[in-house]
């Protein structure tokens, strides 16, 4: 059996639906579980389910089969300031599960981030060391100090899962958000807006760098980071900390172009000031280098923006 924590969230529900229809058991851990997450659900076959805290004690109590755990669950708020919540649930808790599948000689992949790189001053290389880096944010922090930590674990010689990744995954889009609300990608936000106003908002560039529409991210269709993670399950001599992008930045111009053509509406884009509490914590610029994935063997091509844009909105319809 396979265990995903987050199972009912973006990332995760697309990875449980890839798992289930390539015919495996999936024990699918999330907490809270809402009426907005459960529709991610819809058409699996089966499946076992435990919030994260019965998960913990069915692991410590050797009640269930697992056989590899997929971390995916967190707070990803990038504005999340309780700093001891983030310590409790995004750090704490998964050094709970890395020190199980250690004892237990299992598999461990879990999420990182890319806001671990902070402003990009240091680059967007997952070779430097986590020590080096300055994210923005708490949840950045959060996730860079468990990286820290895990190398850690590795350097000194501690115990250790048999096989284990941490993913930094980049501005990730897909189908399945759509619960997320204001953490949303920005292809959900921009095809919301186009809906109700028929244009597209963003934000003015607060770095003389960049023009307004002009900042760039590496924005990454969730397909190709479930690849890179059944990739790393796949080849277990594969260990260590891995980019999860496309190594390509794209402009915010150039993905509200691409919600637009795939809804098959006329290009309209407004730009509008920054909030102040992102003012100077904002990424202009983001770009994966894929060196270390692509070096140990990883061989598939990144999907582009406008296929993975048309691939997410296919189907959706005009709902919201």
């Not at 999330?30 to 907005?36: L, S």
């Not at 009640?63 to 983030?86: K, M, R």
């Not at 920005?186 to 900042?215: C, N, Y």
């Amino acid at each position: 059996m396979i265990a995903i924590t987050g199972a009912a969230g973006f990332i995760g529900s697309n990875l449980v639906h890839r798992l289930s229809a390539a015919g495996h058991q999936v024990c699918l851990v999330d907490h809270p579980f809402t009426a907005a997450k459960a529709r991610n659900w819809v058409g699996l076959p089966s499946f076992h389910y435990l919030t994260d805290a019965l998960f913990l004690d069915a692991l410590k109590a050797g009640s269930l089969p697992i056989e590899v755990i997929f971390h995916l669950g967190a707070c990803s708020s990038t504005t999340e300031t309780d700093w001891e919540y983030l310590l409790r649930n995004n750090i704490g808790y998964t050094q709970s599960l890395w020190n199980w599948c250690a004892e237990a000689k299992k598999p461990f992949y879990y999420a990182s981030s890319a806001a671990t790189y902070g402003d990009g001053a240091k680059g967007f290389d997952d070779r430097t060391s986590p020590s080096e880096l300055q994210p923005l944010n708490l949840y950045g922090k959060s996730k860079n100090d468990f990286d820290l930590w895990a190398l850690g674990q590795v350097s000194e010689g501690k115990a250790m899962p048999p096989s284990w990744a941490g993913l930094k995954f980049f501005n990730v889009y897909g189908p399945r958000e759509i619960h997320k609300g204001r953490m949303s990608s920005v292809v959900w936000h921009a095809r919301r807006q186009i809906l109700q106003t028929g244009e597209v908002q963003l934000f003015r560039s607060d770095d003389p760098r960049f023009t307004d529409g002009g900042q760039r991210r590496d924005f990454v269709f969730v397909g190709d980071c479930l690849d890179h993670l059944i990739w790393l399950w796949q080849n277990p001599g594969v260990c260590g900390i891995f980019n999860s992008g496309t190594g390509e930045a794209r402009t915010f111009d150039d993905l509200a172009k691409a919600v637009f053509d795939a809804m098959g509406r006329e290009r309209r884009i407004r730009y509008v000031e920054m909030p102040s509490e992102l003012r100077g914590r904002y990424q202009s610029f983001t770009q994966a280098d894929m060196t270390k994935l692509r070096s140990a063997g990883f061989p598939k091509p990144a999907t582009t923006l406008e296929a993975g844009v048309k691939a997410a909105l296919d189907g959706v319809g005009d709902e919201d």
